[in-house]
């Protein structure tokens, strides 16, 4: 079946098979999260992207196979409601940016900062770091060659718009720019955006609306 993003809190995964890297989407309540389950096609490992709310259907998507990490994409309680119970169960290292994680309920094993990298098995993910809507706030970039940019934005890109400010217009400006700059200006439009809640779309499929966005200041 062709992958579309479309999940709904209760349903079942919706799962995108990529060369070398397999992306399986789940979304859990009461917030409409959204998971992220990243596994290497290649040795098997695999990275969590937000434990955000009900740990039995993440462990039931993780399964019995390993999963050697979960990453915090922002410090906002819907995002790490899980990550307890699933970082007791599975051993997984935790990783966060470092102006973020004190805000989290347990200490990471690793902060992780603007251009650094994360494996996942033999497949890598490029930290960026997009302030705003956090401070640490850090979306994931997958370079998956012929198959395209796939990138996790958490909460600070959506179908729509840039994540939520305050209505704080420095801390928009910042979101806008960092958004703008580090990617729109650098990835192509192809690029699929994964975000933290809700349905998928694509950096091209966004371009059009900048100057509106930037005009209203959300």
């Not at 992220?36 to 259907?57: F, H, K, N, Q």
């Not at 979101?175 to 994964?194: A, C, H, I, Q, S």
């Amino acid at each position: 079946m062709t992958y579309t993003g479309d999940v709904q809190v209760g349903g079942p995964a919706d799962v995108r098979e990529l060369p070398g890297l397999t992306i399986c989407k789940l979304a859990v309540g009461p917030y409409d999260n959204n998971a992220y389950l990243l596994r290497c096609t290649r040795t098997g490992d695999a990275l969590l992207i937000d434990a955000a709310a009900e740990s039995d259907r993440l462990l039931a998507l993780i399964d019995a196979e390993p999963i050697s990490t979960i990453v915090t994409t922002h410090q906002h309680g819907d995002h790490w409601q899980a990550l307890e119970q699933v970082a007791k169960v599975t051993g997984a290292r935790l990783v966060a940016h470092p102006l973020d994680a004190p805000a989290l309920p347990l200490p990471v094993d690793r902060t992780v900062d603007h251009g650094d990298t994360i494996d996942v098995g033999e497949a890598s993910l490029e930290v960026i770091h997009l302030r705003g809507h956090t401070p640490g706030s850090i979306a994931l970039l997958y370079d998956g060659g012929p198959a395209g940019h796939h990138l996790f934005t958490g909460d600070c890109l959506f179908p729509g718009g840039v994540g939520n400010t305050g209505q704080d217009p420095e801390r928009f400006e910042q979101l806008y720019t960092d958004v703008v700059e580090r990617l729109f200006d650098r990835l192509p439009d192809e690029t699929w955006v994964y975000p933290g809640h809700g349905k998928d779309t694509t950096l091209g499929a966004e371009r059009p609306s900048l100057q509106e966005w930037k005009a209203r200041g959300w």
